[in-house]
């Protein structure tokens, strides 16, 4: 088959799924990823026949697509913060708001004299301690999950991207912090935070895929880790701390509440204006 009658069969197999914006943009990150296929090869190259690519490997990715299945997934990892992570359906697909969030704890602590102990709480595919260990200075980095796969994951892309994390299994909810040994200077922490009630407002290709423990807390307890993450630091976090937290911008006022007594508590927006990011000064 040539570039050009892949191109056809692709978008015509995916019609009902997806937009034509969208079968575009699948189709040049398919044909990139997994076959090394670049947009430009296909503009010069659209009538030359591809013998690697198969019939059979291009219907069961379609079918993939078409029971909605991450992108991300079927490529084998995403890209954070302009490096390549891998990811499965055992961890979260970082979204744009946590690079922010990223972004936000290396501008303000790209200069400090002292060494500092960082703790990402629910690490998953370990974007955002890896991230930390290797565009930061003197930092110890720590990167906490209760999930073997998602560990194992983290593990492979620190090994991968070069970058020294300490990992450590736990379930935080429940931990008793056999773990700390001397307090954190810096917690941040992407945890779920969506109701169930707002299911509805969500993909399917990520209530079927991604991990639902990573994504959802209860409508009865909203705040279930920022509570807990707002009692750990009375010990896990350093004099001089600072706490880091992607939050649902429903939300936002309650966590302010949540932190009173701390001697900055400030909410900042993401680049849509939406209120999503919690700081908190001790």
């Not at 044909?31 to 013998?51: A, C, H, Q």
């Not at 913060?81 to 359906?89: G, L, W």
């Not at 003197?138 to 906490?144: A, D, E, K, P, S």
Request: aromatic share 12%; glycine share 4%; hydrophobic share 40%.
């Amino acid at each position: 088959m040539t570039l050009k009658e892949i191109k056809e069969f692709f978008v015509i197999m995916l019609q009902y799924t997806y937009s034509e914006q969208e079968k575009e943009v699948i189709f040049f990150l398919i044909m990139k990823e997994l076959y090394g296929i670049e947009k430009t090869d296909y503009i010069f190259n659209r009538d030359v026949d591809y013998p690697d690519i198969s019939l059979e490997d291009l219907l069961t990715i379609i079918e993939r697509l078409n029971n909605f299945e991450p992108v991300q997934y079927i490529v084998g990892h995403t890209s954070f913060m302009r490096r390549k992570f891998k990811v499965s359906e055992g961890v979260l697909i970082p979204r744009p708001e946590t690079e922010e969030l990223t972004e936000m704890v290396i501008s303000e602590n790209k200069k400090h004299n002292d060494y500092v102990r960082i703790l990402d709480i629910g690490t998953g595919s370990g974007c955002i301690a890896i991230t930390l260990a290797l565009e930061m200075d003197n930092v110890r980095v720590f990167g906490l999950d209760k999930s073997d796969v998602a560990l194992s994951i983290a593990q492979k892309n620190s090994n991968e991207l070069g970058a020294k994390v300490e990992w450590i299994k736990d379930d935080f909810l429940i931990s008793a912090y056999n773990w700390l040994e001397t307090p954190f200077d810096i917690i941040v922490s992407n945890p779920p935070y969506i109701s169930e009630s707002e299911k509805n407002s969500v993909g399917k290709n990520v209530i079927g895929f991604e991990p639902y423990n990573a994504l959802f807390v209860p409508d009865e307890k909203p705040l279930l880790f920022y509570e807990k993450i707002a009692e750990f630091a009375k010990q896990g976090l350093s004099n001089q701390g600072k706490i880091y937290l992607e939050i649902n911008p429903s939300f936002a006022d309650d966590l302010r509440e949540l932190f009173t007594g701390y001697s900055e508590v400030r909410i900042e927006k993401d680049l849509a204006g939406r209120k999503r990011f919690l700081v908190v000064y001790k």
